[in-house]
């Protein structure tokens, strides 16, 4: 079995800066593995330990992709090698035009049984390059995965946490699976693990060197703004008593209505 995990490097939340009037300032975020896709990678490296399989990583991207430390992060975690398809035109990809290099990747890689994907990705949260990666390649797609195991040979057994239930299902490979943050907690890499990283291969592509093309966007975006930020309004109620508990439960329930 050969397992492919898929993931995006996204802006550190906590260095995105709010400017007056709502704008939003990326000039001091470093940058990072998706949270989301950290799940997968432990996912695939979990699965692949279990039952001798062949893990790979594969991110599509711009000219970040090419930052060595983050290449070394993704390896310490368990891949093998890795894959990337690095081009201008995939700066600000859609998830449409993200599933369409992913997929022009895999079909050059050409013999993947199992391609992992994060629940979403860490900056737009789309949820939606999984389903559309695993209805370009044609292969069974699920998402919402909570566990995994190999049920036979050529099939999996997964776990989906719905809103109201839980659904087992078996799927056959090749498939396409969106796991949750539920899934597991992702390792930390150990220096060991970090050294050992950077002597394993990495193979870069273009958008040129793949066979299939990428799509134009089909989203426009028109503006991205911070929520507008409301002043706390200070209301201390003092003591544990009774009174105290109903003139809470008063406040509240003025406050919702």
């Known amino acids: 079995m050969k397992i492919v995990v898929c993931y995006k490097l996204v802006p550190e939340e906590q260095d995105i800066v709010a400017l007056p009037g709502g704008a939003l300032s990326f000039d001091r975020a470093v ?26 990583a594969l991110s599509v991207g711009g000219a970040i992709l090419e930052n060595s430390k983050l290449r070394k992060g993704i390896l310490s975690r368990g891949p093998q090698q890795l894959f990337t398809v690095i081009d201008t035109k995939l700066e600000q990809a859609d998830a449409r035009q993200t599933a369409a290099a992913l997929a022009g990747a895999l079909k050059k ?16 949260y789309a949820q939606q390059v999984g389903i559309q990666l695993g209805e370009l390649l044609g292969y069974p797609v699920c998402n919402a995965v909570n566990a995994v195991e190999a049920a036979e040979p050529g099939v999996l057994r997964v776990e989906r946490l719905l809103e109201d239930e839980i ?28 050294l050992a990283a950077g002597k394993k291969p990495v193979t870069v592509w273009n958008l040129s060197d793949l066979p299939a093309d990428v799509p134009p966007t089909g989203v426009v975006e028109v503006s991205t703004t911070a929520y507008p930020q409301k002043d706390r309004k200070n209301v201390v109620i003092e003591g544990s008593g009774e009174d105290e508990i109903a003139e809470l439960y008063g406040y509240l329930l003025k406050e919702l209505n």
């Open 167 to 194: 659904e087992l299902l078996e799927i056959p490979l090749p498939a396409v699976l969106s796991v949750t943050s539920g899934i597991n907690e992702p390792r930390i890499p150990s220096a060991k693990d970090i």
């Open 109 to 124: 890689l050409g013999d993947a049984d199992l391609v992992l994907c994060g629940e979403g990705s860490g900056d737009l």
């Open 31 to 56: 940058w990072k593995i998706g949270q989301y896709d950290l799940n997968a990678v432990e996912a695939g490296c979990r699965l692949a330990a279990k039952e001798g399989a062949e893990l790979a």
